[in-house]
């Protein structure tokens, strides 16, 4: 009998047992991922052949230097494909979250007025950055608030009192000393609250500040805000009557409530904005919406004819 060249042969007969059943050159013919395929055992003449299941896959391994690939993933929707296949990384879908483009914040500019305006400029419509400066009890955060919240643009609210709050556990209060420490942190708020506006006026969104500023202090005067924020800040003092402010105060509970006295010599200290070339609103008979009224025509003046400070 012949086979065909490069077929193997078939294994020699057994002493008294005729040619070996069910052999197949296949099955001596693994193909390249197929494991070798058991030989059907001989039977007795006369009964039928019984061919077992067939085996498990077995696991694809990596023979001699090429490797077997591994799994093929169809193309996303945003992948080229052929032989053109760019290799340029694909921009995230419009929806995914974190990749909003934001300007980034710079010293705030002086406003600008055309020469040729005749009027004064609106300051409702303007983007700003404001400070309002004042003793406890002055009105400066209800002030701030009221101005922001009914602004016809869009408008922040920064409270150095509240910012200096972050701190829980170690806060320095200055209410029970100045102290490196009340310093430290009272520099790292103003600075935190001047990076906060410079990034907000730098992405359209007006900011008023407000803040205990010391005229006869370096430390928490008004280098500091102008060197944070820039030299386009407009600062206004809210100056009322010490009787009102002791009564305000009065008002007050946890530590933004000061002692009378307290009350009395910082309300003394701020008295040296007069004369400081700085705009001062008396506030004392006058209400919150007033006030943010009054506080409109000073920021008119100001953009118009900036303070020097």
Sequence with gaps: MQHAVGSPLPPPPQPGHGPAVGWSPAAHHPGPHQGPVPVSPRVAPGRPVQVPPPPPVAPQHAQGPQQVPGPQHAPGPHQAQGPHASTAPVPPPADT?????????????????????????????????????????????????????????????????????????????????????????????????????????????????????????????????????????????????????????????GNRRLTDEEVARIHGRMAGWYGSGLPIIDNSQLDVPETARVLDEVLSRSIASPPAW
């Design 97 to 253: 979250t974190g990749h909003v483009p934001l300007p980034s914040g710079a010293p705030v500019a002086v406003p600008s007025v055309p020469p040729a305006a005749t009027a004064l400029p609106d300051p409702t419509t303007a983007t700003l950055a404001v400070l309002l400066i004042g003793p406890a009890g002055a009105g400066k955060t209800s002030v701030a608030k009221y101005w922001a919240d009914h602004r016809r643009v869009p408008t922040a609210h920064i409270s150095l009192d509240d910012v200096r709050e972050w701190v829980r556990s170690g806060f320095a209060d200055p209410q029970t000393g100045w102290n490196e420490n009340s310093e430290a942190q009272y520099r790292l708020a103003r600075r935190t609250c001047g990076f906060s506006a410079r990034n907000f006026l730098a992405n359209g969104i007006s900011c008023i500040l407000d803040d205990a500023v010391f005229p006869d202090r370096p430390v928490v005067g008004l280098g500091g805000w102008k060197r944070h924020v820039g030299p386009g800040l407009l600062p206004v003092v809210l100056l009322p009557g010490l009787d009102i402010v002791l009564e305000r105060n009065a008002e007050r509970s």
